[in-house]
């Protein structure tokens, strides 16, 4: 029942910045943790950021001090806005929510189709 949709990736030169937003819609009694993987060709999926209910934050080393993710709960949706990116950053990037439906007592975890972020000069 729950879909998230992502929007804001594209290509970029390197210093440049993009914004990632990830709305969740569907019945939701409310989500917990709220965050960003990205996968690279021949890698597996890795954590960029996450972010709770309570808005604590993680970030993987690589992107600490140039990323940062935010959270609006009223609205279900999940940011991540990106500063100072780097080819290294190229990747295809997935949202992901930990979720209770209306009415249940465990949490559930879905995943966006993903959206491409290009770092390229």
């Known amino acids: 029942q729950v879909q998230l949709v992502e929007s804001g990736g594209g290509l970029v030169q390197p210093g440049e910045s993009l914004r990632l937003s990830c709305a969740a819609s569907g019945s939701i009694g409310s989500i917990n943790t709220m965050g960003w993987y990205r996968q690279a060709p021949g890698n597996q999926r890795e954590l960029v950021a996450t972010i709770t209910s309570g808005f604590s934050t993680k970030y993987a080393n690589s992107v600490k001090g140039r990323f940062t993710i935010s959270r609006d709960n009223a609205k279900n949706t999940v940011y991540l806005q990106m500063n100072s990116l780097k080819p290294e950053d190229t990747a295809v990037y997935y949202c992901?929510?930990?979720?209770?439906?209306?009415?249940?007592?465990?949490?559930?975890?879905?995943w966006g189709q993903g959206i491409q972020v290009t770092v390229s000069s």
């Open positions: 992901h929510a930990d979720y209770l439906l209306a009415a249940d007592v465990n949490f559930y975890r879905t």
